[in-house]
């Protein structure tokens, strides 16, 4: 069953706007992750925030947590053709033990435009 | 440097027909082994995971069935394809707990 869903579905930006994407989830988290996928290739993972924390950046990317509301935001700064993509969250439960099983939203799909 | 390879990129097989899907890790012992499914323009849905050798958990009935004869090694298997099996399929590693996944290349599957 899907954990994470994504929103917006679809976004469509101008180059050097910032892109904001948010996610929602039902149950406890051990962490959230987000993923970019370029179309028709593998996922790569973009960052991690633990579930007792609140803010993480990794270079333009902003990823804030709020699990009262159990909802994530992505931020990307200044954006770029090269980050068209869809970009997924992720999610591993917090009673899964030792599988690290990861529950993925459907995701949103960034364009953005020269 | 940790590595994952999967193979083939494409593949269209007949319904009924056989299957067999490849992974191995490098560069790491006993990792995390997964195997995803994304439909077209959908999230991924997560079909087996393996935490050591032979130890395989399902997480949705189906037609297909998974293996681990080596410590770097994941195979997704089916004996009758069917239409419904056609997807891009993903293989995944993990180190541990709070660290990503890292995700091999993907085989789409077309099942005509």
């Known amino acids: 069953s899907q954990q994470g869903e994504e929103d917006p579905q679809a976004l469509s930006i101008q180059e050097g706007e910032n892109a904001t994407m948010n996610c929602s989830y039902k149950?406890?988290?051990?962490?959230l992750q987000w993923y970019r996928q370029n179309s028709g290739r593998g996922l790569v993972h973009l960052i991690l925030i633990r579930s007792n924390e609140r803010e993480k950046h990794s270079g333009r990317l902003r990823v804030t947590l709020d699990t009262s509301k159990k909802s994530s935001s992505l931020l990307i700064t200044a954006s770029r053709a090269a980050d068209t993509a869809s970009y997924f969250c992720a999610t591993v439960g917090a009673s899964g033990g030792s599988n690290y099983k990861l529950t993925f939203g459907k995701g949103t799909l960034l364009t953005v435009n020269p | 440097s940790q590595t994952i390879h999967q193979w083939p990129a494409t593949l269209v097989q007949p319904v009924g027909s056989p299957l067999s899907l490849e992974c191995t890790v490098e560069?790491?012992?006993?990792?995390?082994l997964y195997w995803y499914r994304q439909a077209a323009g959908r999230g991924l849905q997560l079909l087996f995971y393996?935490?050591?050798?032979?130890?395989i958990s399902s997480e949705v009935p189906q037609n297909l069935s998974a293996s681990r004869p080596q410590d770097r090694q994941f195979i997704l298997s089916s004996k009758k394809l069917l239409l419904s099996d056609s997807g891009f399929y993903l293989c995944?590693?993990?180190?541990?707990?709070?660290?990503?996944?890292?995700f091999g290349s993907g085989t789409r599957l077309t099942v005509v």
């Open positions: 393996s935490v050591g050798i032979g130890q």
């Open positions: 995944a590693w993990i180190r541990g707990a709070n660290y990503g996944y890292t």
């Open positions: 560069g790491t012992s006993n990792p995390n």
């Open positions: 149950t406890s988290i051990n962490n």
